[in-house]
Every structure is written in structure tokens, then in C-alpha cells.
């Protein structure tokens, strides 16, 4: 299992995007407060986001990704970005049924020269066009009275 | 089946019209089985000219049955197209929204005269599927579920020779997902209608629908779901 990247912060405006848009992320790699022992010091080259989903149940698994954003650091392993990664309008929606699931993830890695990668996938819902503001989980809604 | 518009993205565009002849599919039926009878009567003449009369006879007989039952298909597929005009699905919108309630226009015109009749009723079922594949060793096994089955009221009148009417249609937010077609996962959605006097060889026929990953907003009755359930328990054990 990968580790998390210590020195490696990030903040998602929101877990729930709409097809044909996108989820809003801020990345910052810097020195933590009282950070005094840096294994990965110089080897740190770029952190790379991604929007990735993967089928579950009792299909054969399917996945697939969207975009593929690489944020460069120096040569400290510093840097920081804000990135809008887009979900295009015929991708798949999170999807919770009762042969499949449809699960999203966005893929934070730190790339290490000669080490195994830093990384950390986020949980998120792409929700169909409109639903940002129903939509928590994975499709579909219940029966009820909002 | 025509297709205009967009046919897959967030946003619905346009139009739609479907148009289909039931008796297409029949004449490849009819011709498939003809066809299959032509090379077992060519097998009972080898029979034959080989001296194995019994067998000869009896598999000829047997070959002669199947071509006339090919042959009967075939003559009713040329009927159906010599006395109906294909059936046409108007659609409001397409593709069709989750929690939308679009009105389908159906219409179907007969080539011949028949009885006005101001009350016809169509019985038509909305389905969505989800199938699966996966491999068992060099086997791939495919399962299916069928997840949405809604019965909408399609009502209309024969007058001038001519079947028109409503179809209610009805997507579901709370059941099914958008048309999905990945490599081992697949969900599509169909409406059935079974045509009863609107045509002379086939009760029911399929038309493909095309569910996109948009929401009605018009459509308040629904609340977002409870969490799934953790790990990827539900579906292995």
C-alpha cells in the first residue's frame, strides 16, 4: 500500500461534480512546521492528479481515467497549483446498482526518482447534469419528499 | 432507426425520431430458416444418389417442412411491409433525462382500409438492464438484472387509417442509471411494445432508448440515497 506524502497538502472544493464539469483541487507541496528529517528530499520531481473510475461487482472490471495533470516542483520537491480537473459529458456517473458499481477516485501521486511513488486517492461523486446540489452518493436517489 | 441529434452527452438536444418495420427481422428469420432447409434437402438428395433411401426420404421430407416454413415466414414479413407502414416514435427530447416525463407520439399508418376504432390500447413495458460479463477460465459468462420495469399507458385512436397515440413515459431517478456501455459492464433501456392489431406478424416490438446523465430538475420527489456500504462486500459473498 502507498504512503501518504507527508509533506504534500490539498484542498478539494467539493466531493460532488456534475458530468460535463469538474472537481476544483488545490495542491501544495512545502516543508511541514517542525518537518526536520525529509526521506524523499531531491527525489520529489512532480505530484500528477488524476480522475479516475473502476467498475466493481460481479462484472469483470472495467476502468478508465480523465485527464492527467502534472504539477511541476523545484528543486526542493516545492511547488503548488490550483487545478480544475474536468469530468467530460459522456463519462459514466457514480453508480451504485445491483450487478455494478460505479466508483470514482482522484489519484494524487508524488513522483520519486528511484522510490515507490507517494499517493493518495480521494473519494468523490460524479453526479448526472444538474444534480450537484441533490446528490451525495452514488446514483441513484430514493424515494421521497425533499 | 434514425437518429438526430446528439445522441450521447449531459444535456439533452433536439428531437427524436425512431422509425421501425417489424417485418425486417422476420424476413431474415424467414430467410435463415429457408436457407437452412435448402442445405438439409441437399443433404437428403446426397442421401439418396448414396443409396440410403430411408434416409434420404425421411431427412427430404423433413428439409421440404422447414423451407415451407421459411417460405411462410418470408410471405408474412412481405405482408406486413405490403400492408403497414413503418411505426414512428416521436420523442420531445433526446437523449431522455433521469426523473423526466417525456410524451411519445406514436404513430402507425396501414397501406390498406381499416376500421376506425376512437379507443386502442397498447400495452408497452419500459425496462433497464444491467448486464455483465466476466471470464470463467476460457468461458465468458454474461448475467443480467433487469433493475427498472414500468408499465406506461399508451392510449390512442385508428382513424383514416392511421394508429396515433400517447405514450407517458416515465425515467426513474430512484431505479436504473444512464445508458452505460463499457467493455464488461452494460446498462441499456428499451421500450416494448406489443402492437396486437397494428400488426399482422409480430406482438411486440423493441426500440432502443437513450437514458443521458442528466437530472430533470423538475422532478423534486427524490431525496439523495443512503451510503453504500463500505468494502466490496454485496456483490463477492
Given amino acids: ?146 | 432507426m434514425a437518429i438526430t441529434g446528439s445522441e450521447y452527452g449531459g444535456v439533452p438536444v433536439g428531437a427524436h425520431v425512431i422509425t421501425k418495420t417489424a417485418g425486417s427481422m422476420s424476413a431474415k428469420i424467414g430467410i435463415g430458416i429457408a436457407s437452412i432447409g435448402a442445405i438439409a434437402f441437399g443433404g437428403a438428395l446426397v442421401g439418396l444418389l448414396a443409396g440410403a433411401t430411408a434416409f434420404g426420404v425421411a431427412f427430404g421430407l423433413g428439409a421440404v417442412i422447414t423451407i415451407c416454413i421459411g417460405l411462410y415466414q418470408l410471405q408474412r414479413a412481405k405482408d406486413e411491409e405490403r400492408l403497414w407502414h413503418p411505426i414512428e416514435l416521436h420523442f420531445p427530447t433526446w437523449g431522455l433525462p433521469l426523473g423526466s416525463n417525456p410524451q411519445v407520439a406514436v404513430t402507425r399508418a396501414s397501406k390498406k382500409p381499416i376500421p376506425d376504432n376512437p379507443h386502442v390500447e397498447i400495452v408497452a413495458a419500459v425496462r433497464c438492464t444491467e448486464r455483465v460479463k466476466y471470464d470463467v477460465g476460457s468461458d465468458t459468462k454474461t448475467e443480467t438484472e433487469q433493475v427498472v420495469l414500468d408499465r406506461p399507458r399508451l392510449v390512442g385512436a385508428i382513424a383514416n387509417n392511421t394508429f396515433q397515440g400517447t405514450l407517458d413515459l416515465s425515467i426513474p431517478v430512484d431505479r436504473g442509471a444512464p445508458t452505460l456501455s463499457l467493455h464488461h459492464n452494460e446498462i441499456f433501456w428499451e421500450l416494448s411494445l406489443q402492437l396486437g392489431q397494428l400488426t399482422t406478424i409480430q406482438r411486440e416490438m423493441t426500440f432502443d432508448l437513450l437514458v443521458v446523465a442528466a437530472i430533470d430538475r423538475a422532478e423534486q420527489r427524490f431525496v439523495d440515497a443512503p451510503p453504500p456500504p463500505n468494502g466490496l462486500a454485496p456483490y463477492d459473498a
Fill in chain 1, 1 to 146: 500500500m502507498r504512503s501518504q506524502d507527508p509533506l504534500l497538502s490539498y484542498t478539494l472544493a467539493t466531493e460532488v461534480a456534475e458530468v460535463g464539469s469538474g472537481f476544483h483541487i488545490s495542491i501544495s507541496r512545502s516543508p511541514a512546521d517542525g518537518e526536520t528529517n525529509d526521506k524523499t528530499f531531491g527525489k520529489a520531481r512532480s505530484v500528477r492528479v488524476e480522475l479516475r473510475y473502476e467498475t466493481d461487482g460481479r462484472g469483470d472490471r472495467d476502468s478508465g481515467k480523465f485527464g492527467s495533470y502534472e504539477v511541476p516542483l523545484d528543486r526542493f520537491g516545492m511547488g503548488s497549483a490550483d487545478l480544475f480537473v474536468e469530468i467530460p459529458p459522456d463519462a459514466p456517473i457514480s453508480y451504485d446498482g445491483v450487478l455494478m458499481r460505479i466508483q470514482y477516485v482522484l489519484r494524487i501521486r508524488t513522483d520519486l526518482q528511484i522510490s515507490i511513488d507517494h499517493g493518495i486517492d480521494l473519494d468523490v461523486v460524479v453526479a448526472p447534469t444538474g444534480g450537484a446540489g441533490t446528490y451525495r452518493y452514488p446514483h441513484p436517489l430514493t424515494s421521497g419528499t425533499i
